[in-house]
T-cell receptor
Framework: GAGVSQSPRYKVAKRGQDVALRCDPI?????LFWYQQALGQGPEFLTY????????KSGLPSDRFFAERPEGSVSTLKIQRTQQEDSAVYLC????????????????FGPGTRLTVT | GENVEQHPSTLSVQEGDSAVIKCTYS??????FPWYKQELGKRPQLIID?????GEKKDQRIAVTLNKTAKHFSLHITETQPEDSAVYFC?????????????FGSGTQLTVLP
């Protein structure tokens, strides 16, 4: 089936501009995660949704970062007044992770959006 | 919070040799440990994982071992091939009631020399 998709794949923004990054998770996946990956580093957690509820946003680096998943499927990560330090690859991952009889912890990643702030 | 240390940061092996990458974690409540392979410019791909109630898991040429007491886990790749060249990341997931996100190691650049 279709995997996680993200758009745009590349985004160049001038410092101070707002950007919106989209994630389409695997259909039926309950959990959705956003990660930030700097060059040469491992992904770092930003925020987590279970269906439409944002249960953890402890990784968002500042109040310029905002994420939503209003209908429990597609998610958008918005960055306001972009700064050069926001330049990174933004990865979305989804997981089935039901918490009843069986649990599935596997997280499947999208291709990422490479954001460059000039 | 969870902290995951990974080493070595770079590893070069001859084709056909084995490669071992090691990780340690800090949160004893962590219960799930995946390994991802990431080629340049591509998404991280899950290659194998292990849960905290299992000590070892194998899938063809790759295997993962977990030592809960010592809080470390390792990736073993046997009969390496040039297409195994990539960056490998280990990760840990918090246990019940803890954070559900993955905390990643800093990555190992594996190069398999033909």
């Amino acid at each position: 089936g279709a995997g996680v998709s993200q758009s745009p794949r590349y985004k160049v923004a001038k410092r101070g501009q707002d950007v919106a990054l989209r994630c389409d998770p695997i259909s039926g996946h309950v959990s959705l995660f956003w990660y930030q990956q700097a060059l040469g580093q491992g992904p770092e957690f930003l925020t987590y949704f279970q269906n439409e509820a944002q249960l953890d946003k402890s990784g968002l680096p500042s109040d310029r970062f905002f994420a939503e998943r209003p209908e429990g499927s597609v998610s958008t990560l918005k960055i306001q007044r972009t700064q050069q330090e926001d330049s990174a690859v933004y990865l979305c991952a989804s997981s089935l992770e039901v918490t009843l009889a069986s649990t599935s912890y596997e997280q499947y990643f999208g291709p990422g959006t490479r954001l460059t702030v000039t | 919070g969870e902290n995951v240390e990974q080493h070595p940061s770079t590893l070069s092996v001859q084709e056909g040799d084995s490669a071992v990458i090691k990780c340690t974690y800090s949160d004893s409540a962590s219960n799930y440990f995946p390994w991802y392979k990431q080629e340049l410019g591509k998404r991280p791909q899950l290659i194998i994982d292990i849960r905290s109630n299992v000590g070892e898991k194998k899938d063809q040429r790759i295997a993962v071992t977990l030592n809960k007491t010592a809080k470390h886990f390792s990736l073993h790749i046997t009969e390496t091939q040039p297409e195994d060249s990539a960056v490998y990341f280990c990760a840990a997931r918090g246990g019940l009631g803890s954070a559900r996100q993955l905390t990643f190691g800093s990555g190992t650049q594996l190069t398999v020399l033909p």
